[in-house]
């Protein structure tokens, strides 16, 4: 037994040695999934010190990276940025819209290095909490339905809505792409046929929220994500506005996605003092109850 430990143990000392896969790494960059890393490689679009590299590569901090000819600095690597941004209505979550609308990537701060990566999307007409990250792993850990993470949405429906309709809703309603449910709706307040309901879904299906409901019937007059997992929208956070999340927050989000966490970037004072103005001076949203900031 204390052979096959030893054995181990020398065979990951050895892999570290070496290096880690070049297409973890520049994922981790945020240059791209690891597959579309995995084509770049195959296109022969990515150097090692001066050679075409090669799907089983790996690669070390000291080495020279070069996509398409241009230099890939790795120290980059070593750090995560995490963005929580307030998407307003009206926003496409795609870098490049064909019809000219705006895209949520507008807004972001430019990178030096690597590029922002959406977690997950929201509808045109939905607003609320959108995260970003230079973590490719992170963003697609995120985003995986096996971590079945909570997304909390804050919904205004027109119609009558009963306890045996709200109960459906919790139980399971089949949709054209196989069964849905909320895990949890509570009361958000309204009366007539404009309600106001907190609803939680662990996946992302595309418009699941707006099916689940349509599916019984009722129309979807608003429709704004509230909380994904454990950050929650601050009260003071405009619309079109981000925050950079600190090492605390950065840590629970790490937590939530169960990978090991990493150490955030640095933010420069001048653009830190310009993000608590941004805070300071937002007023608190009008209605709804109060929430839990991240």
Known sequence: MKKTQKSNSRLESSAEDKGEKLQKVLARLGL???????????????????KLAGLGDRVRGTQAIRLDGKPVPLDAASHVRVLLYHKPLR???????????????????????????SVGRLDFN?????????????????MHPSTAIEREYLVRVMGRV????????????????????????????????NQFFYVVLTEGRNREVRRLWESQGLTVSRLKRVRYGEVFMPSKLKQG????????????????????????????????????????????????RNRRSS
């Open 32 to 50: 791209g999934s690891r597959r579309e890393i995995e084509r770049w490689i195959e296109e022969g679009r990515l150097m090692i010190d001066g």
């Open 91 to 117: 926003e496409v979550c795609s870098r490049h819209d064909p019809e000219g609308r705006k895209t949520v990537f507008e807004r972001l701060p430019r990178l030096k290095n690597g590029r922002w990566i």
């Open 126 to 142: 939905t607003s609320g909490v959108l995260l970003f990250t230079t973590d490719g792993d992170l963003a697609h850990a995120l």
């Open 162 to 193: 009963d306890e045996a309709l709200l109960e459906r809703l919790k139980e399971g309603v089949h949709l054209d792409d196989g069964l849905a449910r909320f895990s949890d709706i509570q009361d958000g307040g309204g009366d007539g046929i």
């Open 241 to 288: 506005k981000w925050l950079e999340l600190p090492q605390k927050d950065v840590d629970v989000i790490y937590q939530m996605a169960g990978l090991a966490a990493r150490e955030v970037a640095s933010v420069s004072q001048r653009e830190q003092v310009r993000l608590e103005r941004l805070v300071s001076k937002n007023p608190r949203p009008r209605g709804g």
